[in-house]
């Protein structure tokens, strides 16, 4: 059998890991495959690349009672009962995705080694393969939110969105884990620019980077009559030009040109209800035209 297994992953930290999920079975004198051990052989599969069920219980039936997988496992001298494909599949589908996350994080924050004021870009991506078609009903693909320190390039904490569900309360969900003592700064979609969220990253001593799109009109009125507000500019709160950017892009000739409206006091730049917190205005100006 070809693996090496044991140059991809930790394996004794993995099978660790895994004794810790919570069993979906509850008679435990009729089990009859140790469900670390299954899980743990669909994980050697997918890191092998094999992402198809099929092609795991495939690699499962071929590889479990090789000297080298019981190895893996510590299980050496002892015969492996093999599971069956529906028994392989219920286990992966009735484990506890939220432990199973817990333990994600637990090995890939370390990894991060994440630093203060550490940035934290937060976006959903659908997951090819993960619907199905059938001949009576159709299962749109999954959703999966990712947190990303940019820094290191590692996802340290995901969540499942579903088919039909919007980012959002995923997204608060995930403001409320616990990454580190250190403060970060949270960069998002538009779509994640609601009051809750920002009001969560704020009360964590937390900072955010939020975008304002055109079909956020409340909120983008208010930000552009206080960005041109004379009033604004005066005492603690300065505006100032940043950055200049010129580019060629395609056949277009583009130019960038980026604006700061910022304070030096503890109010706030924006007078809303329902959050007091921002200290900053950033505008971009864009200039387009083609080569003529």
Partial sequence: M?????ELINTEELLKYL??????RRIEDKIIYQQRDVLFGVLCSMFLDNKDMTEMHNWIEINFNTLSFKELLGKENEVLRIPSYPTMRRMIINVNSNKMEEIFRADFIPRAELKENAQLAVDGKMMN????KGQYSTKRNDGMLNVVDTSSRIII??????A????IPSFQEILKMKFSDKPFLYTFDALNTQED???LIHEGGDRYLAKVKGNQKKLREQIINTFEDEHQREGNNILYFKDEKESIEGNKWVKR???????????TLIFNPKFSHVKSIIK????TTDNN
């Fill in 197 to 199: 969220g920002l009001n």
């Fill in 284 to 287: 971009q100006v864009k200039y």
């Fill in 257 to 267: 040109e980026t604006f700061v409206l910022t304070t030096n006091s503890c109010d």
């Fill in 2 to 6: 070809k693996i090496e297994i044991k």
């Fill in 157 to 162: 904490a995901h969540k499942e969105i579903g």
């Fill in 129 to 132: 393969g993960s619907g199905r």
């Fill in 164 to 167: 039909k569900k919007t980012e």
């Fill in 19 to 24: 004794e810790t999920l919570p069993d979906y």
